[in-house]
């Protein structure tokens, strides 16, 4: 099959490039390896999942949210939004289609796209004169080795299998991450009687979603580090000195530290005040081995768990399949631009949805594409 764009990945960024596209008449195909789009929040989102962020950082092109909309929305809602974008921009993506292979073809400056339809086993080969990756920066959940875990006797899954806490009451459960995911399932646990511990290794920033608001936008008109003073601040202010129980702040700001490291701050939802009260336990560092069900950590603490949940992030699967990745990204899967022009790349290849910023930054990067994709045929046309 032959045209102008393919789009891998049917994620808010895909979505949301397809949408432009069209906007200029531009033919494009989304290949999705599930059989639903949004997979991530569809598939594999926790039940208590809350955006931390307002919803005018939650939207997508040509589609702002209403007013009745709160400004912060459950995970219901934004999932409800995106059936209602795909439905009244009528996007098709071709569902159960993983991607093989991408290469690009000098003799005739297109790109090849190999999938394999997983429902009817068929091949298919695509053709295009651009190719956009949006598979996300969620691609893969992020497991570490660690010596022994072959012989964990209990329960191990990774945060996008998590679900709910109501099944392990009276547990004895490790999280793994003490990012925005890993305190959350914490608390979830926590909340269904789980006799719960989380692992944190690195330094985080602990603030309010409100707090995080005030900071997004002040950033339009404000330099980071003023708003990175003023949102450090206002954290100290509400939390106070959280490093005796285990929750240490990076020496960079919050945003700052997002922008270069990819780390967010961790919003709240009511963990850290568990972690004061004693009913969440804190261990700093890493798993140094396991043995059964008794784990033994870096600082020497054993301790037996039944279940481990694993809030480890993800990894870019993008270079499992795209063969001319260095046109765009780095060995890691990303974009190997500094930003803001981290979505283009050389031979007619883009990427949406890698700038670290959520939907917000999946939404501005599909504007973009979409953007330089006209324009490279309105040149060509008047050529």
Same mark, same amino acid.
């Given at each position: ?17 397809? /949408? ?110 651009? %190719? ?78 409100? /707090? ?5 936008? %002040? %950033? ?17 202010? %509400? ?145």
């Amino acid at each position: 099959m032959e045209t102008v764009v393919v789009i891998v990945g049917a994620g808010p960024a895909g979505l949301a490039t397809s /949408v432009c596209l069209n906007q200029h008449s531009i033919p494009n195909v989304i290949l999705e390896k599930e059989d639903i789009y949004a997979s991530l929040w569809k598939k594999r989102a926790y039940d208590r999942l809350k955006l931390h962020l307002a919803k005018e950082f939650c939207q997508l092109p040509f589609m702002p949210h209403g007013r009745e909309v709160p400004t912060f929305m459950s995970k219901e809602l934004f999932v409800n939004y995106l059936d209602a974008y795909v439905a009244r921009f009528d996007i098709n993506p071709r569902y159960n289609r993983t991607v093989k292979s991408s290469t690009f073809d000098e003799s005739n400056n297109k790109w090849r796209v190999v999938a394999e339809n997983t429902v009817t086993g068929e091949t298919e080969v695509y053709w295009s004169e651009f %190719l956009v990756v949006a598979t996300g920066e969620n691609g893969d959940g992020n497991i570490p080795m660690v010596e022994g875990i072959d012989t964990f006797g209990g329960e191990i899954m990774h945060s996008s299998e998590y679900k709910s806490g109501r099944d392990f009451k009276d547990k004895n459960v490790l999280v793994v991450g003490g990012g925005n995911s890993g305190m959350e399932i914490s608390f979830d646990l926590c909340n269904f009687g789980a006799n719960t511990t989380i692992l944190i290794r690195t330094p985080r920033h602990v603030v309010t979603k409100e /707090v995080i608001h005030l900071g997004m936008t %002040l %950033l339009k008109y404000v330099p980071v580090a003023m708003v990175d003073t003023l949102v450090t601040t206002m954290a100290k202010i %509400l939390y106070g000195d959280l490093s005796k129980y285990g929750l240490f702040r990076p020496k960079q700001g919050p945003f700052a530290t997002k922008l270069f490291t990819g780390k967010a701050p961790v919003i709240d939802v009511g963990t850290v005040e568990k972690i004061r009260d004693g009913e969440i336990q804190v261990i700093n560092g890493g798993i140094g081995s396991i043995n059964g069900k008794t784990l033994t950590f870096e600082n020497g603490h054993k301790q037996d768990f039944d279940a481990i949940v694993f809030a480890t992030g993800y990894k870019s699967s993008v270079c499992n399949w795209l063969e001319d990745y260095e046109y765009v990204m780095k060995k890691d899967g990303f974009p190997k631009a500094p930003m803001p022009k981290h979505w283009k790349g050389e031979k007619n290849l883009y990427c949406a949805g890698f700038s670290r910023k959520g939907i917000v930054g999946g939404a501005e990067d599909a504007m973009s594409v979409a953007d330089d994709i006209r324009s490279i045929l309105a040149t060509l046309k008047n050529n």
